[in-house]
């Protein structure tokens, strides 16, 4: 028989970071902000430079504004003209011949030497002041047109990062109640907002913590197209850019549901766990470890959660949870719960296929339950658990307690 391994650590100590989402789950119609536990680290991020979670509001569809963005685009390559031809006049006829006066060196493979470039650039630098004064107002004429490309490509940014946190598992009104609930616990702050106007292709770009919440364009009194960058708290973004807030969560709200039902037990329920192979042959990390119950929750969200679950997809997926599963026998847990952001449909499917890989095995105390749902059912489901942990410790309870009392003051049962 397997015995219990031992902890080594966890991470306990991050709890309080993750409070706020504990307070909308004990809130009736705020619990939309838990869909922030559904999305992956991978998703959030603004761009490969800027690997910081964020989320993006819009007051309207994409769709909305798409042929006013054409528009836009077209007028500005238009103006880009009156500036581009003048900057090209002015640069160029004097570098040409700078290089027709200077001996064009070579090497072997055909390269300008770096003695011919540094001759250029000299030649070039003396020059200097006075093609500075005309290619500094020639970017001033032209820099509106400068930034009307600058407004769309940060519009149609913060879109393309909106729309791949949407497609990655949640409906969009549920992220635009997620970004509310977030706001009115001050999780999330703002940063950056954009603003246009469809009818008469004004705009506005704010880099500010308080954006202006004025819903209408001041030029024409039509409504704006507004897209809002979010970003979190750094002490949650370091906890969600390594995707520890769902066991840190799952921990919290275990251990409080618990203590309002079995108020004189505190079981030992820790999240992100790491701890020794009882055989001493390694460790293992787990989501959430409940050593007391031989319980391990493992935590997977996806970053397409809603993709078809095909049956390539189903044995990929299950493949990999094996693997985990096998190194949690390993640590001497019987009862094993795959916590995901995928459909109930394809959680089934992903649990029929590990009882099968599981069935034949000789540990027949082994339980595998694999949860998908929306945030409400996570709650429920949580709360079950809860309930068989708090109903088993009071059960205990009662139990010593009938010891430690003289014989003929036990309770009868």
């Known amino acids: 028989m397997i015995k219990m391994s031992q902890k080594i650590n966890d991470s306990k100590i991050l709890e309080p970071q993750i409070k706020s989402l504990i307070e909308l789950a004990n809130t009736e119609f705020w619990k939309s902000g838990l869909n922030i536990l559904y999305l992956n680290s991978s998703v959030l991020k603004l761009s490969e430079e800027f690997d ?6 819009a007051s309207s569809s994409y769709e909305d ?12 390559k238009t103006e880009i003209l009156s500036f581009i031809k003048p900057l090209f006049k002015v640069f160029f006829p004097p570098l040409i011949g700078i290089m027709s006066e200077i001996k064009i060196e070579t090497d072997i493979e055909g390269n300008i030497t770096e003695s011919t470039t540094l001759a250029i650039l000299a030649k070039f630098t003396s020059n200097y002041i006075d093609l500075k004064n005309k290619i500094s107002k020639i970017l001033l004429d032209g820099m509106f047109s400068l930034s009307e490309f600058f407004i769309i490509a940060i519009f149609e940014s913060l879109n393309q990062v909106r729309e791949g946190q949407i ?3 949640i409906l969009e009104d549920d992220y635009e109640e997620m970004i509310e609930a977030l706001k009115k616990v001050e999780f999330i702050k703002p940063k950056l907002q954009v603003s246009l106007c469809p009818s ?17 364009c001041p030029k024409c009194g039509d409504s704006w197209a507004t897209q809002s960058l979010y970003v979190f708290d750094k002490s949650y973004s370091l906890i969600k850019s390594q995707n520890l807030d769902l066991p840190l969560f799952i921990t919290s709200f275990l251990r409080q549901q618990v203590g309002f039902q079995a108020p004189l037990s505190e079981p030992e329920i820790q999240p992100n766990a790491r ?19 031989k319980i391990g929750i493992e935590c997977k969200i996806f970053e397409d959660a809603l993709a078809p679950m095909t049956i390539t997809r189903v044995n990929g997926i299950s493949g990999r949870l094996s693997n985990q599963i096998n190194s949690y026998i390993d640590a001497g847990i019987e009862s094993i719960i795959v916590i995901t952001n995928l459909t109930k449909d394809s959680a089934q499917k992903i649990q029929q296929k590990l009882q099968k890989i ?4 000789k540990n027949n105390k082994l339980k595998i339950t694999v949860f998908g749902g929306n945030i409400e059912d996570l709650l429920n489901f949580l709360t079950i658990i809860s309930n068989g942990i708090s109903a088993e410790l009071n059960k205990a309870f009662e139990y010593m307690l ?11 049962e």
């Open 52 to 57: 910081i979670p964020c989320l993006v509001s």
């Open 275 to 293: 701890v020794s192979i009882a055989s001493g042959e390694g460790q293992v990390e787990i989501d959430v470890f409940i050593p007391q119950f």
């Open 200 to 216: 008469c292709l004004n705009y506005e770009l704010s880099l500010t913590n308080y954006p202006s919440i004025d819903e209408y």
């Open 65 to 76: 504004v798409e042929s006013s963005i054409d528009l836009f685009l077209g007028k500005a």
């Open 167 to 169: 497609h990655s598992g």
């Open 402 to 412: 009938q010891k430690s009392l003289p014989e003929q003051d036990k309770i009868d």
């Open 358 to 361: 599981y069935n034949n095995r």
